[in-house]
Structures are given as structure tokens and as C-alpha cells.
């Protein structure tokens, strides 16, 4: 038995170094037209998680702007009308939202964020009752509103720096992308959300 642990040892390191392979004949040259492609997917991949996450917060921002409202509507004496108008002007707020190619104007975006902002002070205006405490759950979703909405610029600025290595490794390494042909020859850069000096 003591002979037998180590003779399994030496069989099993003998079998790891037969599985050994040779890698050097799969290494990708860095300058190749392939690796360029393989780090602007890497890039992009980053920019639009960046995005997802970004619009994930607005989206959820919407919804409990919504949830708010209707909870609102449910106490006494509320002015319903008021909250029906705002819910609408809420439900819209995703139809204007710009996207990553609209961006680009960015009176698209001060159009979006105004359109918001005066949703949302019509809404903190409506949740704090003239006298008293809100109502718990309306002052919760208030609070989650008000922290995701002190997010934005905080996830603009994280798409920014990813959406300026995707422009400036596009911009490096053009030619090498030009020669893969289709969509990698007709990339353009990414707006940002900085503005231009």
C-alpha cells in the first residue's frame, strides 16, 4: 500500500505532462486584423453593460414614480385628475428617452432629463402632505427615487470612459479593422455625454 501511493503519483504526473500541449502555434498576433477584432468586442461588450445598467436605473426610476403615483391615488382627498396627468406624462418619459446614436444631440438629452425633472418635482411636490408624515410606502419609493435619480451622473460618466476606449481603440486601430470588412469597416465613434469644449 505505501508502494502503491507513490507509483500513482508518478503515473498521474507523467499523464499531466503528456497533456501538455504546444500553445505557441495558437498565440494571435496583437496587431492582427483578428485581435483587433477580439478587443473591440471586449470594448463594446463594456459599453453597452454600462448602458444596460444605466437604463436599467432609469427604468427602474419610471416604475416607482409610477408606483408612487398610484399609491397617491388611493389616499383621501387625493386630486386624481392631477395624478392621472402625471402618471401619463410619466408613462411617456420611455418614448422620449434617447438612445446610443441620438444621443449625439444633445438637446435630445437636456429635452429628456427636463421632461423628467419636472415630472419628478411635480411628484415630490404631491407625496409630502401638507401636514404630517407621507404614507410609509410612498415615502420609500420617494427616497429610491431620489437615490437613483442622484445615480445619473455617476453611470454617464462610467459610459463615458468606456464609450472613450472604444472610440480611441477604434480610432487606433482602423486600418486593421478596415480589413475585416462588413460592420467593423463602417464603425463611427460613440457620442458621449460630455460636451464637446
Not at 501511493?5 to 495558437?26: E, G, I, M, Q, Y
Not at 496587431?31 to 436599467?56: E, G, I, Y
Not at 411617456?92 to 434617447?98: E, F, N, Q, T
Not at 441620438?102 to 419628478?120: N, R
Amino acid at each position: 500500500m505505501k508502494l502503491f501511493l507513490p507509483l500513482a503519483l508518478l503515473v498521474l504526473l507523467s499523464n499531466l505532462n503528456s497533456c501538455k500541449t504546444d500553445r505557441s502555434n495558437k498565440t494571435v498576433d496583437p496587431t492582427s486584423p483578428a485581435a483587433a477584432k477580439a478587443q473591440l468586442d471586449v470594448l463594446r461588450d463594456s459599453v453597452d453593460a454600462r448602458w444596460s445598467r444605466m437604463t436599467a436605473s432609469d427604468d427602474a426610476k419610471m416604475q416607482a414614480t409610477g408606483q408612487v403615483l398610484q399609491a397617491l391615488e388611493k389616499q383621501p382627498g387625493a386630486d386624481k385628475a392631477q395624478l392621472k396627468a402625471l402618471a401619463r406624462a410619466n408613462d411617456r418619459l420611455k418614448s422620449r428617452r434617447y438612445d446610443q446614436q441620438s444621443m449625439s444631440v444633445s438637446e435630445q438629452i437636456d429635452a429628456y432629463d427636463s421632461a423628467q425633472d419636472s415630472v419628478l418635482r411635480a411628484v415630490y411636490n404631491v407625496a409630502q402632505p401638507a401636514a404630517g408624515q407621507p404614507d410609509a410606502t410612498v415615502q420609500q419609493l420617494t427616497n429610491d427615487i431620489q437615490t437613483a435619480d442622484g445615480q445619473v451622473v455617476g453611470y454617464r460618466v462610467s459610459y463615458d470612459r468606456a464609450a472613450k476606449q472604444f472610440n480611441n481603440y477604434l480610432q487606433l486601430h482602423q486600418d486593421a479593422l478596415g480589413k475585416l470588412g462588413g460592420k467593423y469597416s463602417k464603425l463611427q465613434p460613440l457620442p458621449l455625454f460630455e460636451l464637446k469644449e
